[in-house]
């Protein structure tokens, strides 16, 4: 279903650009296409419009490269309970799901080994303690071109990360949190063994 709809936006995004192309005057695909078969495109026709094409659609790019570039994280739940949470991380929460779903799945943040607390680090891709690691992240993924998160919702989805990797990830929730990363770790190996080493090592 997910990568389903991230087809979809993949789709809407190609169809957006295109009619972004053409409203600038420039030459409709169609015309395009019947150039290329004529033979008649000319070089820097064919320059300008792939540089537009990755100019206008870094999400898309972004999206078509989490497709292919997964990690263990990725299939994981999309989702999580913030029942109990404070207001302000029940807001962050809205706006992740809103905002950081743009170029891959929430799976991805949600899954991943990081915790925001400054404990030692024992096995850094089950549990990978660091203090302000969210914040880094946040503002890394804001840095990619097209991400649609502001400077006003950046503050609640960092605070809903670094709040709920402390609660699902630590204390009495540690050991369930290590059994199940441990074990997307060890489905990825297995169904993806290339990027597994790429990723992870051995
Ligand atoms: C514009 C596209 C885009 C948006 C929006 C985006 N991401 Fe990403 N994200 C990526 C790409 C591409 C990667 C893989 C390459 C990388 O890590 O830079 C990635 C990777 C990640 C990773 C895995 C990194 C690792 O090394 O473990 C996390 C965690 C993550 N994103 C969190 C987020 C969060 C949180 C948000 C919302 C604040 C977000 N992303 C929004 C494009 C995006």
Redesign the pocket.
């Known amino acids: 279903m997910r990568t389903k709809s991230l087809i979809i936006a993949a789709l809407c995004a190609v169809a957006v650009g295109c009619a972004n192309r053409a409203s600038e005057g420039k030459k409709l695909p169609l015309e395009l296409a019947q150039m290329a078969k004529n033979g008649t495109l000319p070089y820097a026709q064919k320059e300008t419009s792939a540089a537009a094409g990755a100019a206008v659609d870094?999400?898309k790019a972004?999206?078509e490269?989490?497709l292919k570039?997964p990690?263990a994280?990725d299939f994981g739940p999309e989702s999580v309970s913030i029942a109990g949470y404070p207001a302000k991380e029940q807001e962050g929460y809205k706006n992740?799901l809103a905002?950081?779903?743009?170029?891959?799945s929430a799976a991805?943040?949600l899954n991943?080994?990081?915790i925001d607390d400054n404990a030692a680090t024992t096995d850094k891709w089950v549990s990978h303690h660091e203090s302000g690691v969210?914040k880094r992240?946040?503002k890394?993924?804001?840095a990619?071109?097209?991400?649609?998160?502001t400077p006003e919702?950046?503050g609640g989805?960092?605070a809903f990360?670094v709040h709920d990797s402390k609660v699902r990830k630590t204390g009495a929730n540690a050991a369930a949190w290590k059994a199940r990363r441990k074990k997307l770790l060890a489905d990825f190996k297995k169904k993806h063994p290339k990027r597994y080493t790429l990723?992870y090592g051995n």
């Open positions: 870094p999400v972004a999206l490269q989490s570039e990690y994280n992740f905002k950081c779903t743009q170029c891959h991805r943040p991943a080994q990081y969210w992240f946040v890394r993924m804001m990619k071109p097209g991400c649609a998160v919702e950046a989805i960092v990360l990723l």
